[in-house]
């Protein structure tokens, strides 16, 4: 494999999208995870980084004054790293504009709903209860506004009859582990771009929803 784009993982919880991306690592996937930041202590996703040889940091969140006091020093720990690309593993903050915007353009994000519906939290739930016929995931670059950046890459799921959140859930889960690693792919290769808050692909914009966005996994 030829040069490999430096990364940075920043994670909350269990970190099975952190776990998709070692795997890819390890595979064909053209990056190298340089650290693995969380704000809370003792997640498994920590652990997953530990057993792969990770570098990890834990940088508490509650042992700050206010959320401008955590980004800053989060930025500081980041930044030593060098990365050329922030990934979002379930990091369940609310990031300051001066966080986002330090890393415009290299700061992506998945999010489990169909983007723009269901910004936030408990998105299978709410899915259920609004009748959705379908629900899914998605990949974005991340701006201040929460859950709002341009879209890189969804996928989508059925809603079935008898789903509760966690099967719901479950079944997203699986196609998160898809996409995330594919998009992360297409950075590393120069494929991917923020240009002018549009979202591009091979120098294109990306048009979610267009009906030639469908294929857009297997390009």
Request: avoid cysteine; charged fraction near 20%; proline fraction near 7%.
């Amino acid at each position: 494999m030829g040069e490999r784009l430096p990364i940075v993982v920043l994670v909350s919880g269990g970190g099975t999208n952190l776990q998709a991306l070692i795997e890819g690592a390890a595979a064909d996937l053209p990056v190298t995870i340089r650290a693995v930041i969380s704000n809370r202590p003792g997640v498994f996703a920590l652990e997953r980084a530990q057993r792969a040889g990770i570098h990890t940091e834990l940088l508490d969140h509650t042992q700050f004054a206010d959320r401008e006091a955590y980004d800053a020093a989060l930025v500081a720990l980041i930044d030593r790293f060098e990365p050329a690309l922030v990934v979002l593993a379930g990091f369940m903050r609310i990031l300051t504009p001066g966080f986002v915007n330090h890393y415009s353009g290299r700061m992506i994000n998945i999010h489990p709903s169909l983007l723009p519906r269901h910004r936030g939290l408990h998105t299978h739930q709410r899915a259920i209860e609004a009748g959705d016929s379908e629900h899914g995931a998605t990949v974005h670059f991340v701006t201040p506004e929460l859950d709002s950046g341009p879209l890189i890459l969804q996928a989508r799921v059925p809603v079935l009859p008898g789903d509760d959140a966690d099967t719901l859930a479950a079944r997203v889960l699986t196609q998160e582990h898809q996409i995330y690693p594919q998009a992360v792919r297409w950075f590393a290769e120069g494929r991917l771009q923020l240009v002018a808050g549009v979202a591009q692909l091979d120098g294109a914009p990306i048009q979610i929803g267009a009906p030639d966005a469908a294929p857009l996994a297997q390009r």
